[in-house]
């Protein structure tokens, strides 16, 4: 049997809190689920699904990571439409550094295809 932790739409923001959104505390919820999870002695991988940060720039992204370094347990990104910058900003992920950074089990020089690292929903 397979146990695993699933985690959706984090949306980190270095801005606080937006809309009805908690986005300005979710690091700190982040932290704490991590924390909670590294108990969890039957836990074979957790799922982190997008979107993690509410506008994919360096802030939010450092929060992320300040998060997730703690985790004990083997973890695997899937990002969301969130998680990449906008095509006319210098800040955020292309499609191909969130997969460089997060999914280290694709062997980037053999990717061909940009749907075979990333996904989306509309």
């Given at each position: 049997?397979?146990?695993f932790?699933?985690?959706?739409?984090?949306?980190?923001?270095a801005?606080?809190?937006?809309?009805?959104?908690?986005?300005?505390?979710?690091?700190n919820?982040?932290?704490?689920?991590?924390?909670?999870?590294?108990?969890?002695?039957?836990?074979?991988?957790?799922?982190?699904?997008?979107?993690?940060?509410?506008?994919?720039?360096?802030?939010?992204?450092?929060?992320?990571q300040?998060?997730?370094?703690?985790?004990?347990k083997?973890?695997?990104?899937?990002?969301?439409?969130?998680?990449?910058?906008?095509?006319?900003?210098?800040?955020?992920?292309?499609?191909?550094?969130?997969?460089?950074?997060?999914?280290?089990?694709?062997?980037?020089?053999?990717?061909?295809s940009?749907?075979t690292?990333?996904?989306?929903?509309?």
């Amino acid at each position: 049997m397979i146990h695993f932790a699933h985690i959706s739409d984090i949306h980190i923001s270095a801005q606080g809190d937006s809309y009805d959104m908690l986005s300005g505390r979710a690091g700190n919820f982040l932290t704490d689920i991590v924390a909670r999870l590294n108990q969890q002695v039957d836990l074979n991988f957790v799922l982190i699904t997008g979107d993690l940060f509410n506008q994919a720039n360096p802030p939010e992204l450092s929060l992320f990571q300040r998060a997730i370094q703690a985790l004990q347990k083997p973890y695997y990104v899937i990002p969301g439409n969130h998680d990449r910058g906008e095509t006319d900003s210098p800040d955020g992920l292309t499609r191909l550094e969130f997969a460089e950074r997060f999914n280290p089990q694709i062997e980037i020089g053999c990717v061909s295809s940009p749907r075979t690292h990333w996904s989306s929903h509309g």
